[in-house]
């Protein structure tokens, strides 16, 4: 098995260009399915759920080519089916998507359950209120779901609940839909806005993305052509707060800097300094942390994908700091890991509460999640030691390459393979100690 291996690093200088955003790829490639004509877009990072997506459209006949310069371009005028391998869609989260994409072109979508990093079971239900108001049934089996439309006509949609996820997807079936949608309670993440936008350039007529109502004329056909996706704005994040951990200055490049305003303000808070240009965002910090507290929120509150990276950041900050996560409550699967680290963090509830400036030292982790993932590299650039992480596999999920990222900043990392055996006992043992 692969794992990845860093050391403890001194002050962090170098500079990360940012990949397109993994979380918008997933919903621009299942909305190419809409086109009638070729899409290609530009700035898909090449991570593994991008590669799942590549092969749920070859298997329904949409031709995919990853062009020399990285372009994908989605052929979606040979579709010829929307059933989708139920194992494939249960590998990442986003795979629903393929419903709102394909509903109103075939009537019937047969789809297994959504996968990918699992808090505590994310449910769909504000997906099947949206689509069942547009004239969708559903119906549940045990390892796979069908929903069926012989005709989908425009509805007002109130979401009990801001979730970007349904937002997209109601937004996707709404735009071959019969007459207007109105999705009120809209989530207002840049995902969806960069989805929204794609869709009006191929003859979409969405409005209001971006607020907290969005507005869908259906349309008879979309024609198709080029879009970049927009940079991936939690993994900047979590490169800023690489400067607060373990020092030193790190630029992130071609970002949106709006994007990451709330994550800025809360870095600039803790102690961090920043230096803001159009496109890229230096943050520089002496190593000097002051204690905080964060409550997560959707969008432009602060990211719960943030979340986990920054409780690294604050086991370095003097003081109590206090994180409270609103949208995932369950999502603290990181604290285990970096208790073994020596994090004196207890949980109670929905709240993590962190001791902060007890030196950490390296351990034998596991990454559940991406984030956590991410959580844990950040840990590694502070601890005494050796940090050796499995469950890397959830890492590459999200990042296109984050050794080299880390290298380029001073950082000494590498990928090693050892056998699993080994890794296992090695873990266990952190686990006893815990």
Known sequence: MNIIRLERAGPLNGSVQIQGSKNSSLSLMAASCLCDHPVTLSGIPDIY????????ADDIGMATTRHPNGDITLDPGSIHSAAIDKEKASSYRASYYFIGALLAKF????????GGDNFVSRPIDQHVKGLKAMGATFTFHEDHYTVEAKRLTGADIYFDTITSGATINCMLAAVLADGRTVLRGAAKDPEVVDTAIMLNEFGAKITGAGTDTIRIEGVNSLRGGQHTVIPDRLIAGAFLMSAGIAGGSVTVTDVIPDHLGSCIAKLTEIGLHFDVQEQSITASSTGKLKATRVRTAMYPGFATDLQQPLTALLTG???KSIITEKVYPKRFQHVAQLR?????????GNSAFIRGGLPLTGSWVHASDIRAGTCLLLAGLAAEGTTCITGIEHIERGYEDAITAFRS???????????AAHAEEKLRIGRAGL
Do not use: H, S, Y
């Not at 759920?49 to 749920?56: F, G, L, Y």
């Not at 900043?409 to 056998?419: F, R, S």
């Open 107 to 114: 009537g019937k979508v047969d789809i297994g359950f959504p």
């Open 317 to 319: 900050a003097l003081g």
């Open 409 to 419: 900043l001073g950082v000494t990392i590498a990928l090693e393979q050892v056998d």
């Open 49 to 56: 759920d991008i590669r799942v997506i590549c092969d749920i």
């Open 340 to 348: 073994r680290m020596g994090a004196d963090i207890e949980v109670r």
